[in-house]
């Protein structure tokens, strides 16, 4: 399994974008068939995805379309930017892959690694 490890500012001004790294170890961006994702979990309410990158570099955008994916490969991290963030963005944000033959969206149960997490609040 791989490793991650989130990084980025704990706290973020309201209309601002937040934009959290995740470094991989252990592995490679870009090899077949892993999805890189982000998920968040806001207090008192469950795990949210928040969309997925793929290994050919491919981008899954969650419902609300806020946010956007990226990544480089020549440092094995990828980004997530969540653009014009609210009070309600406030949230634990964790970063987390999985190697699946088929497309997002996954199962919480089909998520292979996990990183620590990282608390983001949002206020002025």
């Known amino acids: 399994q791989v490793q991650l490890q989130e990084s980025g500012p704990g706290l973020v001004k309201p209309s601002q974008t937040l934009s959290l790294t995740c470094t991989v170890s252990g592995g490679a961006l870009t090899t077949k068939y892993y999805y890189w994702m982000w998920f968040r979990q806001p207090p008192g309410k469950g795990l949210e995805w928040m969309g997925a990158i793929d290994y050919s570099g491919i981008p899954y955008s969650s419902p609300s379309r806020r946010s956007l994916i990226t990544r480089n490969t020549s440092k094995n991290q990828f980004t997530l930017h969540l653009n014009s963030v609210t009070p309600e963005d406030t949230a634990i944000y964790y970063c987390?892959?999985?190697?699946?033959?088929?497309?997002?969206?996954?199962?919480?149960?089909?998520?292979?690694?996990w990183g620590q997490g990282t608390q983001v609040t949002v206020s002025s």
């Open positions: 987390a892959a999985t190697q699946r033959d088929y497309e997002p969206p996954f199962d919480l149960n089909e998520v292979d690694s």
